[in-house]
């Protein structure tokens, strides 16, 4: 079967006014379709240099992307990527529904057809009846949620995730990453997700890539497996597994403060 | 279509049944009191306020009756009422007129090419960095001083004191909508960049937007600024307009007439604030009503 994303040696360098900065180091790795990976890493090691890489926002200095044996041109936005950030950055001046069709407009794809189906979004979400609301009358979670709709209204093959619920309290947290890993399994979407938090990279996760501190590198892939019917990111955390993940993840991240 | 109409339908209804039990609600005697003392503060500095200047006027009407102060230099309340009336008689509207023209074309001129330079200058990041110290030393010159500059240039007459209504009041939009532009949320920008948006995308679907408070605020300070232009100008050269009025009281020794203007004066610049208010308070309901 052929990988839904490649990523080849991969190599990222900043030029900064001090010096030379070497953010990533041969990264390499597959990803399939329907999968679930996490990245963590130390802060500062580039996780999110290799998210912007992926949807194209930034150039890599060497190396090569591949969606669905298709090279990515570097620095243009892929259209099969959908990106979701740390806020749900949601415009206050407009509607959600709007707001969740904001990607269609940008790309100038408002056809009935892409219309029908964020609207069945929003209906399944239980979204619908806020579609004329402004986002500062949702909760929280609400929000989140219309963000991920707004991310999958372009219909991407592949949505990144960079540490896209760091901004929420943690109770917030834990209810909206049950909420995204429900719909992105129901939806059938393949995620790569960034994050600093161990735990949360286990809960969701079907493999997690650990990365070395700056210059980064792929430290280790661990491939999550819990035998659970019905795997929730809640109730995975009960799973006597969960703990030895965390274990093997800690040790290798070698954290020194 | 039908079906949103229904929903809808039902959501205004649901908001309506709330706001119902909300006024069933009983109100607590702490509320009452609470909202009382709120009111009664509100009436009270507002009383105040009166009676200061109520004190004022007839502290000066009466001084200058019995002859403590010279009403000649310090003109008095009453004779200032009886210019007024005859103001009316004489070419007061004209003087007004003039000078609400030439501030409004001064000031919708300043606003629209101080708002498109700034657009330019978010544009383009060379063209902010190049221009940055010009615009600088610009801000901070006196624009007053260039008056007879142009004067020569433009001509004596209304299109020298628009110009230097402009000049007074665009230098600050370009600067303040600039400001507003840089500082938009980066993360806003990412989000439309990973759609695939271009720089006017970016543009009129989250800079301009989420700045349009820094326009009102800058509109709210443009106003202000195009007055003290209209009537600088019209102190070095005009033949109409309240700052002609002003300088030719002053020369003649008309006090009362220069206090009228300067009340006047005050009373079109409290004026076309509020204007500014209101349009802002507008704009905003249009575009999102929950605001």
Known sequence: MQDLLRVEDLVAKYQADNGEITALEDISFTVQEGEFISIVGPSGCGKSTLLSMIAGLTKPTAGNIVIEGEPLVPGKVHTSIGYMLQRDNLLEWRTIFRNVTLGLEIQHTMTSENIEYVTNLLKTYGLYEFKDKYPSQLSGGMRQRAALIRTLAIRPKILLLDEAFSALDYQTRLAVTEDVYRILKQENKTALMVTHDIPESISMADRVIVLSRRPAHIQGIHTISFDMPDRTPLNCREHPKFQEYFNTIWKELDVHV | ?291
């Open chain 2, 1 to 291: 279509m039908f079906k949103s109409g229904v929903s809808q339908g039902r959501w205004e209804w649901k908001k309506g049944t709330n706001q119902q039990s909300g006024e069933d609600q009983a109100v607590s005697p702490e509320r009452l009191l609470f909202l009382e003392n709120k009111k009664k503060r509100k009436n009270q500095i507002r009383f105040t306020q009166i009676f200061l200047l109520i004190f004022i006027l007839l502290l000066w009407e009466v001084t200058a009756r019995l002859g403590i102060i010279d009403s000649f230099i310090m003109s008095q309340p009453t004779r200032i009422l009886k210019t007024f009336a005859n103001l009316s008689n004489n070419d007061l509207m004209l003087h007004l007129g003039v000078t609400c023209y030439e501030t409004l074309v001064g000031f919708l001129i300043g606003a629209c090419g101080g708002t498109c330079i700034a657009i330019a200058l978010w544009w383009s990041d060379f063209l902010s960095k190049v221009f940055e110290p010009f615009l600088v030393v610009l801000n901070s010159l006196p624009k007053i001083a260039l008056g007879p500059v142009i004067i020569i240039w433009v001509g004596a007459g209304t299109n020298a004191i628009i110009v230097m209504a402009l000049a007074i009041s665009m230098i600050v939009t370009v600067l303040e909508m600039l400001n507003g532009f840089v500082n938009t949320d980066s993360e806003k920008l990412k989000m439309v960049k990973t759609f695939g948006a271009n720089r006017l995308q970016t543009f009129t679907t989250v800079v301009f937007p989420s700045n349009i408070h820094t326009l009102f605020n800058s509109l709210k300070i443009n106003i202000g600024l195009s007055l003290v232009g209209v009537i600088a100008g019209e102190f070095l050269v005009s033949k109409a307009g309240l700052g002609y009025l002003i300088v030719y009281g002053g020369q003649v020794f008309k006090l009362d007439l220069v206090m009228a203007s300067v009340i006047i004066l005050s009373i079109v610049a409290a004026l076309m604030y509020q204007a500014v208010v209101i349009l802002e308070r507008w704009i905003t309901r249009l575009i999102s009503p929950s605001r």
